[in-house]
T-cell receptor
Framework: DAGVTQSPTHLIKTRGQQVTLRCSPKSGHDTVSWYQQALGQGPQFIFQYYEEEERQRGNFPDRFSGHQFPNYSSELNVNALLLGDSALYLC???????????FGPGTRLTVL | KNEVEQSPQNLTAQEGEFITINCSYSVGISALHWLQQHPGGGIVSLFMLSSGKKKHGRLIATINIQEKHSSLHITASHPRDSAVYICAASGGATNKLIFGTGTLLAVQP
């Protein structure tokens, strides 16, 4: 049983570019949450997807958008990248009704 | 003031010592999570608890709902326990996690 997978593992972009990060949830999970973890900080909630809809959003600008597909996998898109977007982006899957969240290995994004 | 506070921020222990990491929260929660993160790595969920105490191997997690406080204990610590330990609170319709800032634990042989 594969756990949560994310791709790519590392990514380097320049300011102003756009990026798409991908996440496949743990088998049987229907809910995907995205978190941003800046260096030396705790993760911050970006948004959560269930049934292909965004259920809740953290304090992130509209440059951050997402999508969930019928197979429950999800994408995180960031437009007009800023230097401050450099971080580890973590995807976590769970069941809507609750329970433990299982995290992927993360995507390390560096914006130059 | 953060909604989830952890202490200490940094902890150095000798192999074999008993370790305690504390977490206080100010929000209403449905559950309190303890997570482990190795340098450069992803996050592993250790415990999710809403009351009482849970044990897994050398790890023990407790929570006091009335005092809004939780502790993570590691018995007979080992260098492989070295990592960042994070507590996080979940609640609300989405059970999103609100993270503490983490405790960096180094266990020396």
């Amino acid at each position: 049983d594969a756990g949560v997978t994310q791709s790519p593992t590392h990514l380097i972009k320049t300011r102003g570019q756009q990026v798409t990060l991908r996440c496949s949830p743990k088998s049987g999970h229907d809910t995907v949450s995205w978190y941003q973890q800046a260096l030396g900080q705790g993760p911050q909630f970006i948004f959560q997807y269930y049934e292909e809809e965004e259920r809740q959003r953290g304090n992130f600008p509209d440059r951050f958008s997402g999508h969930q597909f019928p197979n429950y996998s999800s994408e995180l898109n960031v437009n007009a990248l800023l230097l401050g977007d450099s971080a580890l982006y973590l995807c976590a899957s769970s069941l809507l009704r609750g329970g433990r969240q299982f995290f992927g290995p993360g995507t390390r994004l560096t914006v130059l | 003031k953060n909604e989830v506070e952890q202490s200490p921020q940094n902890l150095t222990a000798q192999e074999g010592e008993f370790i305690t990491i504390n977490c206080s929260y100010s929000v209403g929660i449905s559950a309190l999570h303890w997570l482990q993160q190795h340098p450069g790595g992803g996050i592993v969920s250790l415990f999710m608890l809403s009351s009482g105490k849970k044990k897994h191997g050398r790890l023990i997690a407790t929570i006091n709902i009335q005092e809004k406080h939780s502790s993570l204990h590691i018995t007979a610590s080992h260098p492989r326990d070295s990592a960042v330990y994070i507590c996080a609170a979940s609640g609300g319709a989405t059970n999103k996690l609100i993270f503490g800032t983490g405790t960096l634990l180094a266990v020396q042989p």
